[in-house]
């Protein structure tokens, strides 16, 4: 597996986009009074992570 910096995003979600195929998942939790989802999608080759902190679900739209 290759490691990229966090500023290839970019390249690493064209990478997942032309991916034969893809896991995802999806955990959202608390903490401190905070909500928070991180949003994952990889393979054998790239994994992406993408973690949001928010107050309402709304904010983070």
Request: cysteine-free; proline content about 0%; charged content about 25%.
């Amino acid at each position: 597996m290759n490691l990229y910096r966090f500023n290839d995003g970019e390249d690493l979600i064209s990478k997942m986009r032309s991916a034969d195929f893809v896991h995802a998942d999806e955990t959202y939790w608390r903490e401190g009074g905070g909500n928070k989802i991180i949003w994952y999608a990889g393979n054998e080759d790239v994994a992406v992570f993408k973690l949001y902190t928010f107050t309402t679900y709304d904010n983070m739209l």
